[in-house]
């Protein structure tokens, strides 16, 4: 009974750490820092942050089934086998199919606790949970069909994001679901 309870603490363990899996990237203060910003191997500042829509937001579109976006490497997280590149500034990272699967599970099922378990702790609760909700409201507006409550949900996933960001500890590892996180918002308006 002990080798069986045993097994399935370091199976739930496992799990969690391979939803949480580091990015490459850390945090410094607002913002992360990641190889590539001054050459090869040199460590350098990526901008992180999600700008407010300048176009609106009928650049990306979503799919009005699921309330992802409709276009971009966002658009196959929901059924992602394989880990998919996202580009965050100047760099290419790399995000697992864990990752794309929790931040898709928050817009597409409301699976919030499930997307803030793939954080890992690195953000803190409070702004975790915001996020999560703020995904989840943005998948449930952009099925809705109201184009002021997607354009309002879309703001406030960006302000959840980017408080999320400013929450991080610095040195703290960046979590794939995060960039995931970033990369799926911003695929509604680029």
């Known amino acids: 009974m002990k080798r069986i309870f045993a097994a399935s603490v370091l199976a739930t363990l496992m ?8 990015s ?3 945090a ?3 913002n992360f820092t990641g190889p590539g910003g001054g050459g090869g191997g040199v460590t350098g500042t990526v901008g992180a942050f999600l700008p407010s829509p300048a176009g609106g937001t009928s650049g990306g579109g979503f799919t009005a089934g699921t309330g992802m976006p409709s ?25 697992s199919a864990n990752a794309q699967q929790a931040v ?8 919030v606790a499930g997307f803030t378990t793939s954080l890992g702790g690195a953000v803190p609760t409070t702004q975790a949970a915001a996020l ?14 109201s184009p002021v409550a997607f354009a309002s949900a879309l703001s406030n996933a960006i302000a959840a994001f980017n408080a999320a960001v400013n929450a991080i500890p610095a ?16 695929g509604y308006y680029q």
């Open 132 to 145: 999560g909700n703020a995904l989840a409201s943005l998948g449930t507006d952009a099925r809705g069909g």
């Open 15 to 22: 799990a969690v750490s391979a939803q949480a899996q580091n």
């Open 171 to 186: 040195g703290t590892a960046v979590p794939q679901s995060l960039i995931a996180a970033r990369a799926l918002i911003a």
């Open 28 to 30: 410094a203060g607002s």
């Open 71 to 95: 276009g971009g490497t966002a658009s196959s997280f929901s059924g992602a086998t394989a880990p998919a590149n996202v580009q965050v500034g100047n760099l290419t990272v790399s995000v």
């Open 24 to 26: 490459g990237l850390t």
């Open 104 to 111: 898709a599970g928050a817009v597409v099922n409301g699976n």
